[in-house]
């Protein structure tokens, strides 16, 4: 395999894993930052909500020994009935209860038994009923949350504990279960992004492939799927018609040279014959050597003609001049004026007074060509050449012998001579041009017999090109 291909086939290798890495790492992030939102959030709910329910029970416990005269056998874990204050506290959420006497001694103790605090023994000697102290401590390994409330008159006090293992068990589960789903969905969405870049990228592989192809070979019939109307199936009928323009171009200068190479070897091959006579010029009558001098000058202003039209017509395919409007009455006055100087014809012009958006010398080009053609087959006319124009065609009227009919589809193609213009000079080069030149700005050339005697040879402007300018040639 060659190196290119190699490197080709990691590139899109790589094309296809950034997408799927792309898209899992959008995934993952938005799948991280919902779930650690939705996890605090709810952590932030349960612990409040715990911290209330706890705070409650403390304004109970402080509501009932503010309202009534209680001892601390009032809150002993052995009361028969279950209706006591120590069972109203334990309703709400399961806590634990310790009760402590006069001095901080433990009358009942809870379970597990809770630390006794300088602070808590201060609570139980309190003679306000009421008088609460708050605290955390860590009891056989688990943290607890700790509220002292003095029974007043220095008569005990009653100690709640709510376990904070309970909520934090809780959290954690979630905690876990968070993050399972995350991963979960982590690697649904990297599986996705594989199957969604493969399916993105198929077509943009399948693209490559063959542009590779045709750097590698050169053949430009190489065979483009476009299908889809996204970007990528735009991107491959541009390239399918890139590839067709480039061909019909291959072939255009193919045959082009193919008929430059049959033309210029007629008088290529009349000037070499001639060359070899030069040898014996002094050996020739006056007459022969006058017609062979004759000849070679024949043959060489053939050629020069020949050579000149072909640089026009491979100008008129690459031509870089930009459009610009353009009076029209001007540019047609203008090839009338050179017209006139050239053949010593009278030609009238009827321009419609507008403005084109054309290029100026590829325009005067085609409109020479077409007033020379026009003096050309009408060399021993006497009436006037006229030039017919408007926004959207130009057309030249001659009074010559006219077109034969059969010959009238081809006198565009390139060295076409119809019988009746062999004898005449020229290389059948002057109307292709005047077609490329239509064809670069929109249009398209006719030619038709007028009613009597001679024709009618033109072209047509494309009316949008007049705005938005013509197309590139």
Not at 61 to 86: A, E, I, W
Not at 208 to 223: C, F, M, P
Not at 244 to 271: M, Y
Request: charged share 25%; glycine share 8%.
């Amino acid at each position: 395999m060659p190196a290119d291909a190699g490197a080709g086939a990691s590139s899109r290798r790589s094309l296809r894993t950034v997408f799927a890495a792309s898209f899992a790492a959008i995934t993952a992030v938005v799948t991280l930052l919902v779930g650690f939102l939705s996890y605090d959030a709810a952590a932030r709910l349960v612990r409040v909500d715990q911290d209330r329910i706890f705070h409650g029970v403390i304004a109970d416990l402080r509501d009932q020994v503010g309202q009534q005269r209680l001892t601390p056998k009032d809150y002993y874990s052995s009361d028969p009935d279950h209706d006591g204050p120590r069972d109203e506290l334990s309703r709400r959420i399961r806590t634990h209860v310790q009760v402590l006497g006069p001095g901080g001694t433990v009358e009942d103790e809870g379970s597990p038994p809770l630390p006794v605090t300088a602070a808590d023994r201060e609570a139980a000697s309190h003679p306000d009923a009421g008088h609460l102290d708050t605290y955390r401590a860590t009891i056989r390994g688990e943290r607890y949350r700790v509220a002292t409330v003095a029974l007043g008159g220095r008569r005990g006090a009653v100690q709640v504990a709510q376990q904070f293992s309970d909520t934090e068990d809780l959290l954690a589960d979630l905690q876990q279960r968070t993050v399972w789903l995350t991963a979960a969905v982590m690697t649904a969405s990297g599986m996705i992004g594989w199957w969604l870049a493969r399916r993105i990228t198929r077509r943009l592989v399948r693209l490559t492939a063959v542009a590779e192809d045709v750097a590698a070979s050169g053949r430009l019939d190489a065979n483009v799927t476009a299908t889809g109307r996204d970007e990528v199936g735009r991107l491959a009928r541009a390239f399918d018609d890139m590839l067709g323009r480039l061909a019909e171009s291959e072939e255009i200068q193919h045959r082009l040279v193919q008929d430059a190479g049959h033309e210029l070897r007629t008088p290529l091959t009349s000037l070499l014959t001639n060359a070899t006579l030069l040898d014996r010029l002094d050996d020739l009558p006056p007459h022969a050597r006058a017609t062979l001098i004759a000849d070679i000058r024949g043959e060489t202003r053939e050629l020069a003609d020949l050579v000149r039209e072909l640089i026009e017509l491979a100008a008129g395919h690459r031509d870089s001049e930009e459009p610009e409007p353009l009076p029209l009455p001007v540019a047609v006055g203008k090839a009338a004026a050179l017209a006139r100087r050239r053949t010593g014809r009278t030609v009238l012009v009827h321009a419609e007074d507008t403005v084109v958006h054309v290029r100026p010398a590829a325009l005067q080009r085609a409109l020479t060509n077409l007033l020379e053609n026009a003096a050309k087959f009408d060399r021993d006319g006497t009436g006037p050449i006229e030039i017919v124009a408007d926004s959207t065609r130009i057309e030249v009227h001659d009074r010559g012998p006219g077109i034969d009919p059969a010959d009238l589809p081809r006198i565009f193609d390139r060295f076409y001579r119809a019988d009746a213009a062999r004898s005449l000079p020229g290389s059948g080069l002057g109307l292709a041009i005047v077609r490329a030149v239509a064809t670069a700005h929109g249009g398209t050339v006719y030619a038709r017999n007028r009613s009597g005697r001679g024709a009618i040879i033109g072209f047509t402007l494309r009316t949008d090109a007049q705005r938005e300018g013509p197309p590139s040639g």
